[in-house]
């Protein structure tokens, strides 16, 4: 069994959902659990709008503007719009329209809402193409109480990942959400931002599963970030410890509580490439 990891940039549009999908479909020979971020820059937009409705702002043109995006990839994948995408959006609202007090609070409710919104859209165009799953990480991502920056109750998690998934599983592909649990109360938590790797490493942990595979828009893990240097080289392997290091001096490229859980396990971590997915990556 493998896991893989779509961030946002990769979904940012309708070609990347095709794109995600035509190298999920290359995996298929075995088990394989998809996790999925947020699509493009929807968690900075959904933080805007928690923050607006918190302060009593008006934010109903920030909602259309975050739905026309999403319903533009929908007309693009496919011919209408998939009733759950029009109940999370109705759902959003209904949420926007009730801000509570506690500030952290609320930002874990409204958050979630990017991922469960990309998963969906992810899931209906693989069932256009092949069978699938899609999967709620709240049911098994369980936390703590710590809105925005939880922590995992590692027991809780994989009792409800190791009862739930390889049913799932035997379906075909299971769709879920990076960055997402819910506290013992039921309540939505965050794991951090940029935290859908993390989540990616959860489930590789609980499902020991062959490999986690990160598919970025960069060939791996490079010795500097290409947006700033030119030269960067990419390392073909690293040890764990490396890669901690690594993300400890502050590279971007893998979220720094990702490495634990795999180590732990000895489970290797795979940066890949997605607009160039037979590249060798690191
Ligand atoms: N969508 C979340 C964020 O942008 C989580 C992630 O992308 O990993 O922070
Ligand atoms: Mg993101």
């Not at 859209?121 to 069978?131: A, E, K, W």
């Not at 790797?197 to 990160?214: H, M, N, P, R």
Request: hydrophobic residues 40%; contains cysteine; negative net charge.
């Amino acid at each position: 069994m493998r896991i893989f990891k779509f961030g946002g940039a990769s979904v940012k549009d309708a070609e990347g959902v095709r794109n995600l999908f035509k190298i999920v479909e290359k995996s298929l020979d075995q088990p394989l659990v998809v996790v999925v971020s947020a699509m493009g820059k929807t968690t900075n937009a959904l933080e805007l709008l928690a923050r607006k409705a918190y302060n009593k702002d008006d934010w109903s043109d920030d909602l259309q503007k975050l739905k026309a995006y999403h319903q533009g990839i929908c007309a693009d994948l496919f011919s209408d719009l998939p009733e759950d995408i029009q109940n999370w959006f109705l759902q959003l609202e209904g949420t926007l329209q009730n801000p509570g007090k506690n500030w952290l609070l609320y930002y874990d409710q409204i958050i979630p809402f990017g991922e469960l919104i990309s998963t969906s859209i992810v899931y209906h165009y693989m069932i256009t193409q092949t069978s699938g799953e899609w999967l709620d990480a709240r049911s098994c991502i369980k936390t703590n109480s710590f809105f925005t920056e939880a922590n995992v109750d590692w027991e809780l998690t994989s009792h409800f990942i190791s009862r739930d998934l390889p049913e799932l599983l035997q379906n075909g592909p299971v769709i879920t959400q990076g960055f997402i649990g819910s506290d013992l109360t039921g309540k939505n938590t965050t794991l951090g931002r940029e935290g859908s790797d993390f989540s990616g490493a959860i489930f590789a942990y609980c499902l020991k599963a062959e490999s986690l595979t990160v598919w970025k828009d960069v060939p791996g893990l490079l010795n500097a970030d290409p947006k700033k240097f030119k030269g960067a080289e990419l390392f073909d392997e690293l040890s764990y410890q490396e890669v901690t290091e690594l993300t400890f001096y502050g590279a971007k490229v893998i979220h720094p509580k990702t490495i634990r859980p795999l180590a732990q396990r000895g489970i290797p971590l795979y940066v890949k490439s997605f607009i160039d997915p037979s590249g060798q990556g690191t």
